[in-house]
């Protein structure tokens, strides 16, 4: 297994870790209410996905 010989510096590990960023979810909007949805999920206020009722959401 490869060890490195020298310690890695701060600078050198934060330098590295720049690029690990959260990305924000990509939006879609519901066919059927127009709401904003998270894409590739079923809709929770219209129990849509894809055209096609999933399940049925109570109405209050």
Known sequence: MAVP???VSRQRKR???THYKA??????????TGDPQVRH???PTSGMY???LIY???EE
């Open 5 to 7: 010989k020298k310690r």
């Open 15 to 17: 330098k590295r870790r």
């Open 23 to 32: 990305t924000r979810p990509t939006l879609g909007t519901c066919s059927r």
């Open 41 to 43: 999920r079923v809709c």
């Open 50 to 52: 894809r055209g096609e």
């Open 56 to 58: 049925e959401v109570e």
